[in-house]
């Protein structure tokens, strides 16, 4: 059977439901969403409870960009959902002054974004659940929120389907093939035939473009729900970067057991996302580092989580036309910041399939960075 479509999308988590979404939004008809697994799966990277969002980066590129999803994006599709998808809390950013957090002040700073900086004795008294050392750099972001991001793929589904467009589950790609004027697609349930493609299949998105496995390279993330004795509900989204791959971040518990608390690494060991694994392990780690800089007692592991990190060199985003293919762009490599640019990576990616450029003005002034291109960067 040969279903004819404007729009494919290929993969439905959170980048692929925004991109349909925005397509439909600017009255493209006939757009398709296939996924392979069941809807709101957890095998990829965008399951889960909640998530991070936040102005405060180590490049003004990306506070730009954030402050465009933050004003726009994300109100957009709260208002079309009819409800608020984040629930605003001030963001604790910290590290030592001597790593990384001098390009966070400096970026935020140029940018004019709500984050101011906090001495170590104020600190102390604003977030009391962590053990900032006297050489700590502290940030406060005013825009930090928790994003509900279980509730905010239920909300992009519901309007992929409100607005007409059809999402195929348990659907798997078996060939791209471009032609003239449109990309024919054998899947497992048929051809679709489709006008304009975009891949956003995560940690898969090597397997369908071979040519971008010197691009991307994914790797397993384990996250724990850990139980503290102080008030977990009232933690802020915070995130300690310090030198190399000493870099943790978590959330309040908020809706669930325990608080969120995972180390961020995009060098772990190479992963193949249709293998299992078991999170657990991993999470004791994570509770050594959470004893020395929480204030707070320790005192058990509530539960554990898996999903996967599709990274790139340099944690830039690949935000492009497919390798080879006309017709077709490509959404991956968030390498675990991904989530909070949804709304906005969704245009960018919808924008890019139908016109080829964009009107986003931070993407288009460092658009390069965002190639398919392995050199890039």
């Known amino acids: 059977m040969t279903h004819p479509c404007d729009a494919l999308v290929l993969g439905a988590g959170i980048n692929g439901l925004a991109t349909a979404w925005q397509l439909l939004r600017r009255g493209v008809e006939r757009v398709?969403?296939?996924e392979q697994n069941p809807l709101f799966h957890s095998r990829g990277s965008s399951?889960?409870?909640?998530r991070i969002t936040r102005s405060s980066y180590g490049d003004p590129m990306w506070v730009e960009l954030m402050l465009l999803a933050h004003g726009a994006e994300w109100p957009a599709l709260e208002a079309e959902a009819g409800t608020p998808l984040r629930t605003p809390r001030a963001g604790c950013f910290w590290g030592p002054e001597s790593g990384p957090m001098t390009r966070w002040l400096?970026?935020?700073?140029?940018?004019?974004?709500?984050?101011?900086?906090l001495g170590v004795a104020e600190a102390r008294g604003v977030f009391p659940a962590f053990r900032f050392e006297e050489e700590d750099l502290v940030l406060r972001d005013e825009s930090a929120a928790v994003i509900h991001a279980a509730q905010t793929l239920r909300a992009l589904a519901g309007r992929v389907k409100a607005l007409g467009g059809v999402i195929a589950e348990g659907v798997r790609v078996l060939d791209l093939d471009p032609r003239a004027g449109h990309t024919r697609v054998t899947t497992s349930s048929g051809v679709f035939e489709a006008g304009r493609v975009v891949v956003t299949a995560g940690p898969w998105t090597a397997k369908l473009l071979p040519a971008l496995q010197g691009r991307l390279r994914v790797t397993r993330q384990s996250v724990g729900y850990l139980r503290f004795e102080g008030d977990t509900d009232g933690l802020p989204p915070w995130i300690y970067q310090g030198h190399g791959e000493d870099n943790y971040y978590g959330l309040p518990s908020m809706g669930r057991p325990g608080a969120k608390v995972a180390l961020h690494r995009t060098l772990g060991p190479a992963n193949d996302p249709d293998d299992r694994y078991d999170a657990e392990p991993e999470v004791w780690a994570v509770m050594d580092w959470a004893r020395r800089r929480f204030a707070w007692t320790l005192s058990g592991v509530v539960g554990s989580e898996a999903c996967h990190y599709t990274n790139t060199h340099d944690e830039v985003f690949v935000l492009d036309a497919a390798p080879g293919l006309p017709g077709v762009v490509v959404g991956a490599g968030f390498s675990g910041h991904g989530f909070k640019f949804g709304p906005l990576t969704g245009r960018i990616l919808a924008e890019l399939v139908m016109d080829g450029v964009t009107t986003v003005a931070p993407f288009e002034?460092?658009?390069?960075?965002f190639a398919a291109s392995s050199s890039a960067g």
């Open 365 to 369: 002034a460092h658009r390069a960075r």
């Open 106 to 117: 400096d970026a935020v700073t140029r940018v004019g974004a709500s984050v101011r900086r």
């Open 32 to 34: 398709v969403v296939v």
């Open 47 to 50: 399951h889960g409870h909640t």
